[in-house]
């Protein structure tokens, strides 16, 4: 072989020698690229981390400040406590007060209704007199001046009575009540069945709720 193609032959070895070595430090300078990219990223998530440890530090101490502060609002100043203290017994005082009075106006009520419940008990003898008197009347005077104003007067008084709650309680075919009627006999019946109040023998009177004289009936055997 010529010298000619020796050296031509070399300067293609070289040619080719220096195109792998581009294309090595090439390769060789994207690895480095690669490697360095990698690094930071992984600085950047490194920085991440300690911001994320803080955020849920403080996530988790927000409760312990607020449980903090919920305390301080529970410690009142001696001053409030104070004055709390008395508002509390006012307020204790005035209910107790209007309790009494409430109570006392019941008691006042009752009183009142009891006196006048005594009152009105002993006119009622007065309205069995009428009663009787216009039941003696003959049938031929009934329609005389001296019955008719005996009448009205009785018709007046029985208003009055209504008026202050005094009613007539319901005796002759109702069943016997011991609460409202006071059996003095007992008799034979064919209108009523036993245990009927065949009779009234004194009217009774209600005054309000209250029994202010039981009807004194015959109950049916």
Known sequence: MSEDKKKASSKAKTAEEKKKEEVLENIMEELEEEAKEKEITKEK?????????????????????????????EKKNP????????NDKVLRQMAEFENFRKRTDKEKSQQFELGQGNVLEKLLPVVDNFERGLAAVPEAEKDGAFADGMNKIYKQLIKQLEDLGVTPIEAVGKEFDPNLHNAVMQVESQEYESGIVAQELQKGYMFHDTVLRHSMVAVAQ
């Open 79 to 86: 001053l409030q406590e104070k004055i709390d203290e008395l």
């Open 45 to 73: 998530e490194a920085q991440k981390e300690p911001d994320t440890k803080e955020d849920s530090k403080d996530a988790t101490e927000e409760p312990d400040v607020e449980t903090k502060e919920d305390k301080k609002k």
